[in-house]
């Protein structure tokens, strides 16, 4: 990093003040804490599922990267992770996230609901966004995905699982937004 440490210190400060990171971090144990382990958390209020338990091959085999299901009780989805918006869907479904320090982070909303070409999803973020942990990502209308057939669990992968010591879900039954749902070790 080309940058000075007091360069790093305004860029933590500016970091905290925007909610992404804890302002009361100490950035060296912050720093070192984050290369062993991150949580992600629940992007919506619902019910964690196992990846392998998703009716989905792709999900299920893991071909996305491990994490894990969560079958929503309402429509507010929001950032599992504090990184940059890689990629938003033209429909609306799904959202890519890389953290600073590199865990690429895949949410899915629905099983095939690509398929509904946008209709009922309300994306709030764009390409390039800065989120933190809670950041609303999308408006979802729920009645709208099971009136068209679909299942509509939120999946919350490691795309770069293979690049990690390991990414395992860890919640199970009822989650709340905000919860840790995904245990990822360097």
């Known amino acids: 990093?080309?940058?000075?440490?007091?360069?790093?210190?305004?860029?933590?400060?500016?970091?905290?003040?925007?909610?992404?990171?804890?302002?009361?971090?100490?950035?060296?144990?912050?720093?070192?804490?984050a290369a062993e382990t991150a949580d992600l958390v629940s992007p919506v209020d619902g019910m964690a599922v196992k990846l392998e338990d998703i009716d989905d091959k792709v999900f299920a085999g893991g071909t996305l990267g491990n994490g894990i299901g969560i079958v929503p009780v309402n429509g507010n989805i929001q950032s599992p992770v504090a990184g940059t918006i890689a990629t938003v869907t033209k429909t609306g479904?799904?959202?890519?996230?890389?953290?600073?320090?590199?865990?690429?982070?895949?949410?899915?909303?629905?099983i095939n609901t690509v398929r509904m070409k946008g209709e009922g999803f309300e994306p709030k973020v764009a390409k390039g966004d800065v989120v933190g942990i809670g950041t609303p990502l999308a408006e979802v209308d729920l009645d709208k995905i099971k009136a068209a057939g679909y299942d509509n669990t939120v999946v919350v992968t490691v795309t770069n699982t293979k690049a990690m010591g390991e990414v395992a879900g860890i919640a199970e039954g009822a989650v709340k937004a905000g919860e840790a749902v995904v245990a990822i070790k360097r």
């Open 1 to 33: 990093d080309y940058r000075t440490a007091e360069e790093k210190e305004v860029s933590r400060e500016r970091a905290a003040a925007a909610g992404l990171i804890p302002a009361d971090a100490n950035s060296e144990n912050s720093a070192a804490t």
């Open 93 to 110: 479904h799904a959202f890519g996230i890389k953290t600073d320090d590199g865990v690429e982070v895949l949410v899915h909303i629905g």
